[in-house]
């Protein structure tokens, strides 16, 4: 089986990813080569990532993700990775169960050697809260507004349910931000600030990022709406921003049916990436 061509390189929507970096005086290196297929409802089909951990050469594909749906729902997907030039392809799959709402309630992983219980997480859906459980010492829990914007990120302990980090969210004019706090307990606490801010369509133009050091992500579209290109800057102590990566994506589509949701689909699925 993994001898064999399993890339499939289907879908209306063909979208290459292509990263680079910036070093010693702005020396461009190309480091990254992804290609992802979409169906007509802007639905993710496949991704592909070029270079592997032990051979970064973007000539030979390092890992592929395919998704299989039931109507709108996502019911199974498959991954391979292969970490080496001449590395056999590790593969791993995943089922998906919803309630009779359609509601996602968990997704379990499996070997594709053995079918053995790789692993399992279970959602939990309660008015304005949602949690992510790993079966692990902790969990992720979201609270929302009234108007079902995200205001807590909370990263919680399952046997004291204390917080161990938080997200804290407010929304000025465009922007909404987030302000992060680590609860350790052991003298090394930190935290962050993050600022993004949205264009009139509610896509996300520019994200900064204040810590130790400063980032600034840059967000830029194409006439017809989908991305188009990503830049990140950093900053150290009150230096000007330097570029230091940018992410590009080229389109390749055999029918124009860009609509709103589609656009709103694939741009989330890039960025989110």
């Not at 304005?128 to 902790?138: D, G, L, P, V, Y």
């Not at 709103?260 to 990436?273: C, D, G, W």
Request: net charge positive; charged share 35%.
């Amino acid at each position: 089986m993994f001898s064999q061509k399993i890339e499939k390189k289907i879908g209306t929507y063909k979208i290459t990813e292509v990263g680079y970096s910036f070093s010693n005086g702005n020396e461009k290196r190309k480091i990254s080569k992804s290609e992802f297929y979409f169906d007509d409802f802007g639905k993710i089909l496949e991704k592909i990532k070029y270079g592997r951990h032990h051979y970064n050469k973007l000539n030979v594909i390092g890992e592929i993700e395919q998704y299989h749906y039931d109507k709108d729902k996502l019911e199974l997907s498959k991954s391979y990775t292969s970490s080496c030039k001449s590395c056999d392809y590790f593969q791993l799959y995943t089922k998906y169960n919803y309630d009779k709402n359609n509601v996602l309630i968990n997704e379990n992983t499996f070997y594709g050697k053995n079918d053995s219980l790789f692993m399992a997480i279970n959602y939990v859906d309660k008015p304005n809260i949602k949690e992510t459980h790993f079966s692990e010492s902790t969990f992720y829990q979201k609270i929302y507004d009234p108007e079902n914007r995200i205001i807590q990120l909370n990263q919680i302990f399952e046997d004291t349910k204390k917080i161990r980090w938080q997200y804290l969210y407010e929304y000025i004019d465009s922007c909404k931000i987030g302000n992060f706090q680590t609860y350790y307990g052991d003298g090394k606490e930190n935290s962050k600030r993050e600022i993004e801010c949205f264009d009139l369509q509610e896509r996300i133009i520019s994200k900064e990022i204040i810590a130790g050091y400063k980032t600034k992500i840059l967000y830029s579209y194409s006439k017809e709406g989908l991305l188009k290109e990503i830049k990140e800057y950093e900053s150290y102590s009150d230096e000007a921003y330097e570029l230091k990566y940018i992410l590009t994506f080229k389109f390749k589509v055999k029918t124009k049916k860009l609509n709103a949701e589609i656009l709103r689909k694939i741009n989330t699925e890039l960025i989110e990436e």
